[in-house]
């Protein structure tokens, strides 16, 4: 391992003054450090989770799921929401469009799954959501909005709720403002803002201003969202914006000691793990599909591997491992053609400077956004969303 690197733009960034982030009370629940997973759609699954559970401290979400499809007992989203066995902190995130099912999922999780806490998602820019109405389009009507999120925190009782939001449609109708609002007012303990438009999609640099707005607009605690590479962007966020905590999406992907840096500098340590060598890489590969290979212990190996080369690409990225490596790890369909692959990394290989900030996963957009006809017209319209509205596609 070497020393921690920062990349130019955290120049000068010091590690955390002694007492200068609080603790986050969320409900009963207590964050000492104030770093939440971000939910990721075919990422947080327990095995993910408890990867970075093992690295490091703090909430980590589940994935995603819908409310319609928990009521109509749907058994591959009842699956998506498991838990681990010995999981300290039972989250999941919910997207529901209808406050009636929201009301009876929201039960469901309760009574089924113990839950600790509950996040609901309204960021979501896909297309056919937001074409019907959902996903990031729903905050553009207030009422609507309100009535989804007092459905969750009343049938919560006394497990916490939050909500997760994008900045708006796009720069000429910012939303979050309201709806960090209508969270505090429906009775929410925190809301977390992903800093752009569903327009921006994921494109360009998150807007942390924005954080900073809302964080003077509402007195319950905001977790800020967007960029945060290295644990010095951590740093940087929480002390540009006075956020309560910050939520972590695609910065952990392929890192997860991540969490072991972030919980370092925010007690005001050096973080240990800014470059990484390959030989650490390779032994969390292969911990990270062991971990798969036992959840999912019903599926045949050969698709948990599949499933697992979006994580292996991640797991590189920013590493010169070659193109026929990377060819080799697209292609693995078992563990053992895994470790074959991974044995013959250079472990002694450090993540190249230039690897640091290198992006995973999402970085497409701007995109114009699809709305029904009139959408923007009238936010304090009463409307009812069909089911089109509701599907389960990743993103937030
Ligand atoms: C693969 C992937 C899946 C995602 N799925 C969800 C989701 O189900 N719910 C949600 O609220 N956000 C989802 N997001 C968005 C992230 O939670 C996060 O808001 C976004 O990536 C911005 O944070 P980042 O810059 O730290 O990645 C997803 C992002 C990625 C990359």
Redesign the pocket.
């Known amino acids: 391992m070497t020393g921690p690197y920062r990349s130019p733009l955290n120049e000068g960034v010091s590690v955390a003054a002694e007492n200068e982030f609080k603790p986050i009370e969320l409900g009963p629940i207590r964050l000492d450090t104030p770093v939440v997973l971000?939910?990721?759609?075919?990422?947080t699954d327990w095995p993910f989770r408890s990867l970075c559970l093992d690295w490091g401290a703090g909430l980590y979400v589940n994935?995603?799921i819908t409310a319609r499809a928990l009521v109509e007992e749907n058994a591959l989203t009842w699956k998506l929401a498991e838990f681990g066995a010995n999981e300290p902190i039972r989250s999941v995130?919910l997207?529901g469009t209808d406050p009636e099912y929201v009301t009876r999922s929201v039960r469901l999780l309760r009574e089924r799954l113990n839950i600790d806490h509950l996040?609901m998602?309204f960021?979501?820019p896909a297309p056919k959501v937001t074409r019907n109405g959902g996903g990031a389009a729903i905050p553009a009507k207030r009422k609507l909005l309100y009535n989804i999120v007092k459905a969750a925190v009343d049938a919560a009782e006394d497990v916490p709720v939050t909500i997760?939001f994008r900045k708006g449609i796009d720069d000429n109708h910012l939303t979050f403002l309201d709806s960090g609002k209508i969270a505090e007012d429906a009775g929410c303990v925190g809301v977390?803002l992903?800093a752009?438009t569903a327009y921006d999609l994921?494109s360009d640099h998150?807007d942390w201003d924005a954080i900073r707005l809302l964080v003077e607009h509402i007195d319950i605690p905001v977790f800020g969202?967007?960029?945060?590479w290295e644990p010095w962007d951590a740093l940087r966020m929480l002390r540009h914006t006075g956020a309560a905590g910050i939520?972590?999406?695609?910065?952990c992907?392929g890192r997860p000691w991540l969490f072991n840096d972030l919980v370092s500098v925010l007690s005001g340590r050096e973080p240990s793990y800014t470059r990484p060598t390959l030989g650490l890489v390779a032994t969390t590969m292969l911990t990270h599909l062991d971990k798969l290979i036992n959840f999912y212990f019903e599926d045949p190996e050969e698709s948990i591997v599949r499933r697992f080369r979006k994580h292996a690409g991640w797991y590189v990225a920013g590493y010169p491992v070659g193109k026929e490596t990377r060819r080799l790890l697209h292609a693995v369909s078992s563990k053992d053609e895994l470790q074959a692959v991974t044995d013959n990394f250079d472990f002694d290989q450090t993540l190249p400077l230039e690897g640091v900030r290198v992006k995973r996963?999402?970085t497409g957009g701007p995109r114009k956004v699809s709305l029904p006809d009139g959408w923007l017209q009238n936010p304090d319209a009463d409307v009812k969303l069909s089911p089109d509205a509701e599907v389960n596609v990743?993103?937030?």
């Open positions: 971000a939910p990721m759609a075919g990422v994935q995603m995130q997207y996040d998602n960021g979501c997760k977390t992903h752009r994921y998150a969202n967007g960029d945060i939520e972590i999406g695609r910065g992907l996963s999402h990743s993103g937030g």
